[in-house]
């Protein structure tokens, strides 16, 4: 293919099938790009140059009659144009525009697609976006396919606004828009200009920068430059759609996985500073450039890029598996919201366990939920507590394998940083309900329920921490009672109110509901046939002697409870 300005319409010629390489991320636009595509056609004067951009493409394989053009940048363009190109010679020809030849040109021609999507995306492209598949929304298996197919619904609705005539001018607006574009012969041709260049609409994320940066230097540094670019770019194949599957069942980002990467595989947290991890990616090209400013480390370089970008492959496979094992314990220590100092200790849990059914993973997930529970979350020691991240970081780096060790070090963790005694004094504080935060107390509090559902009431079934919407904490004498009875002291507000024993989980708009009423009409009218079991057996700490819910009621609950909790988070059982 000749390098040059050409037209859309001689960009694609009708023997050229373009082809997104596995190495290329898959398709990420969204709104707002769709907005800038539209709103860049509706502002260009008919019969003035509009330039679309510059295309760098690769000469591949021929199949049959066919040249195959990878696309090398510029594939969400090209990818968005061919979406709205379909669509608008649909709309055309419901006008009675015949469109058979532009349709060959930019859609299909013969019984040939005239693009093809990463691997995982092409047939969910062909049927539904190109075609009309009737269960289109149901079939979605990637990110990228719902945005794909967000796509097609956006520019249906834009089309759907649009005249004859306003279709006739878009249709030849792209036609005589001029693109710009620069043809490669090998790999290592097209990794030296994507090195400098952007995809125009959507900047490059951290794991393209890393990608593009990783093939430029080595083909900087390798004899063997085009074998090793192969190597690179299959890798990020794998890479890329191991994210995209990740994405499904876990809410993360890529630059979250590159950080946890650096920290578990390249760093040394005996010599580091933490705070330059939130710089991984330019700690990695410092290390990169640093081998390649002499050619007597090209080889060491090389190894580097190498060895880099495998390991990186293996631990975004690692996130997926991540993303599959999300039950039980692990999906506890999401549920409180601070996993993200854990990251590096489940992945290299994960990586080394060939336990049957990942029963090593999910005991180590379970110290990793204790020291959330206990030490972040009942002693409260801080997140950014240094000599706590050290340790744990520590552990990850220098794991191979040993589970015992691993098991050994988290525990000695707790029993340094929350103790037994520690937890149990915080749990019987008589301010224990405004010390904790609001997640944690209803975290304890949804444990103590289905605790109540196993043991007390086996016909009941769990229940998931987001069955019910909204939860919150009550408060069974309320803060600000209707009735104030002789033992209601200040004696009692300072030591009992706010204690264990004298709150519950609730539903929201319930406790709302409850207002500030006393326990009696509180239980006729709600804890008595609540949904939750905790609620429905406070009943059974009713002082017999005094036949009302008061500071011996609160007091013998209050032990129920934190003999629970002891036994829940109880790390030496583990």
């Not at 520019?155 to 693109?179: G, Q």
Request: aromatic share 14%; charged share 30%.
């Amino acid at each position: 293919m000749e390098n040059g300005q050409k037209s859309i319409s001689d960009l694609f010629e009708s023997r050229r099938i373009f082809n997104i390489p596995n190495y290329q991320r898959a398709y990420a636009w969204e709104k707002k790009q769709l907005h800038d595509f539209i709103s860049d056609l509706d502002n260009q004067s008919l019969g003035k140059d509009y330039f679309f951009g510059t295309i760098l493409l690769q000469v591949s394989d021929s199949e049959g009659h066919f040249k195959i053009i990878n696309i090398v940048d510029g594939q969400q363009r090209i990818t968005t144009l061919t979406i709205f190109i379909r669509l608008l010679l649909d709309r055309l020809e419901s006008f009675g525009d015949d469109v058979s030849i532009l349709r060959e040109t930019y859609v299909k021609y013969r019984n040939e697609y005239k693009l093809r999507v990463l691997e995982y995306d092409q047939e969910f492209f062909r049927t539904c976006i190109l075609e009309d598949s009737d269960n289109a929304k149901t079939v979605i298996e990637t990110p990228s396919q719902r945005r794909l197919l967000e796509a097609k619904s956006f520019f249906i609705e834009e089309l759907k606004k649009r005249t004859f005539e306003n279709l006739r001018e878009l249709r030849e607006k792209i036609e005589n828009a001029k693109v710009l574009t620069y043809s490669v012969v090998n790999n290592a041709e097209a990794t030296l200009i994507f090195e400098t260049t952007n995809d125009r609409g959507k900047p490059l994320t951290s794991l393209e920068k890393i990608k593009s940066f990783l093939m430029y230097k080595v083909y900087v540094a390798a004899s063997d430059p085009e074998r090793y670019l192969k190597i690179i770019q299959n890798r990020f194949g794998e890479i890329y759609k191991n994210y995209e599957e990740t994405l499904e069942n876990l809410n993360t980002d890529e630059d979250f996985i590159l950080r946890n990467h650096y920290i578990t595989f390249e760093s040394n947290i005996n010599t580091d500073n933490i705070k330059d991890y939130a710089y991984h990616l330019l700690l990695v090209k410092e290390k990169v450039n640093s081998l390649t400013l002499s050619s007597t480390t090209f080889n060491d370089a090389t190894q580097f890029i190498d060895n880099y970008s495998s390991n990186l492959k293996d631990t975004f496979t690692i996130f997926n598996g991540l993303s599959k094992l999300n039950k039980g314990n692990l999906l506890n220590l999401f549920y409180l919201r601070r996993s993200t100092n854990f990251f590096p200790i489940l992945i290299v849990s994960l990586k080394y366990d060939n336990s049957q059914e990942n029963y090593n993973f999910y005991k180590i997930s379970k110290l990793l939920e204790i020291i959330s529970f206990r030490v972040y979350g009942i002693r409260k020691r801080k997140l950014s507590n240094t000599v706590i991240l050290k340790r744990l970081y520590e552990f990850a780096q220098n794991f191979r394998g040993d589970f015992d060790t691993l098991s050994s070090d988290l525990k000695d963790l707790i029993a340094e940083f929350c103790s037994d005694r520690e937890f149990q004094s915080r749990l019987h504080s008589p301010n224990f309900y405004e010390d904790i935060q609001n997640n944690d107390l209803n975290y304890l509090f949804w444990h103590y329920e289905n605790y109540l559902r196993q043991t007390e009431y086996p016909e009941d079934g769990n229940i998931g921490f987001r069955k019910y919407k909204s939860l919150s904490i009550e408060h069974i004498i309320p803060q600000f009672s209707r009735e104030t009875l002789l033992w209601m002291d200040d004696i009692f507000r300072r030591e009992h109110i706010h204690s264990i024993g004298n709150i519950t989980l609730d539903i929201s708009w319930e406790n709302s509901a409850k207002s500030n009423m006393g326990f009696d009409n509180k239980y006729k009218y709600f804890y008595k046939d609540s949904k939750f079991r905790s609620q429905q057996e406070l009943f059974r700490f009713v002082n017999p002697d005094t036949e009302e819910w008061d500071i011996k009621s609160i007091c013998n609950r209050q032990e129920k409870i934190v003999k629970f909790a002891m036994r829940n988070w109880d790390y030496k059982s583990v």
